[in-house]
């Protein structure tokens, strides 16, 4: 099983900076099967970014996926308020078939 | 728009069956894959395994004797049955679909949930 490990943690940055998330797998990730999610309290998570770089229906162009491999990040340009939440990476894995996310990284105002 | 909505009871006792219902509106549940995943408070997400409309399955190794999947196609419907369940259980199950891209020839799974339930806690608790 692939293990998806994030980091920071926690991530104390004030709006307008730029916030950088980091995954990195255990063994090598398609490009196709890597997502980024952000969940807020209370709600269910929103996809954010497919196949590693591709942004999901209505995801403002601040948010940007990139990496290969074993190393991934999420990068979002300019923070705004309502963009402090937790974030996951998940990967796919075709041998068995399913999915891992990653333990998240939670981005809150500093 | 496609939604989902989770149902089932919100309590369940220790060494039961917990029983929970995922419905399809807005949409067709053909041709795509249908997952469940859940979170405890305070933690990370699980997922716990997948159907396809034709009823094939995958599960979660680590739960995988304890869950079983299945899909009503007539009802916009798939369900999810976790067997002997524990306090560990207790978490918030969401149902979520694998989004999927077409082209003009072909179709293609973006391996990705696009669309999730509201989420339901469920309390194994006596």
């Known amino acids: 099983e692939i293990v998806l490990t994030q980091s920071p943690g926690t991530l104390s940055l004030s709006p307008g900076e730029r916030a950088t998330l980091s995954c990195r797998a255990s063994q090598s990730v398609s490009s196709s099967y890597l997502a980024w999610y952000q969940q807020k309290p209370g709600q269910a998570p929103r996809l954010l970014i497919y196949?590693?770089?591709s942004r999901a229906t209505g995801i403002p162009d601040r948010f940007s996926g990139s990496g290969s491999g074993t190393d991934f990040t999420l990068t979002i340009s300019r923070l705004e308020p309502e963009d402090f939440a937790v974030y996951y990476c998940q990967q796919y894995g075709s041998s068995p078939p399913g999915y891992t996310f990653g333990q998240g990284t939670k981005l809150e105002i500093k | 728009q496609v939604q989902l909505q989770e149902s089932g009871p919100g309590l369940v006792k220790p060494s039961e069956t917990l029983s929970l219902t995922c419905t399809v509106s807005?949409?067709?549940?053909?041709?795509?894959?249908w997952s469940w995943i859940r979170q405890p408070a305070g933690k990370g997400l699980e997922w716990i395994g997948r159907i396809y409309t034709s009823g094939s399955t995958n599960y979660n190794p680590s739960l995988k004797s304890r869950v079983t999947m299945s899909v009503d196609t007539s009802k916009n419907q798939f369900s999810l049955k976790l067997s002997s369940v524990t306090a560990a259980d207790t978490a918030v199950y969401y149902c979520?679909?694998?989004?999927?891209?077409?082209?003009?020839?072909?179709?293609?799974?973006?391996?990705?949930?696009?669309?999730w339930g509201q989420g339901t806690m469920v309390t194994v608790s006596s």
């Open positions: 196949g590693a770089s």
């Open positions: 979520a679909r694998a989004g999927r891209y077409c082209s003009s020839t072909s179709c293609y799974t973006l391996y990705a949930f696009d669309i």
């Open positions: 807005g949409g067709s549940i053909s041709s795509y894959y």
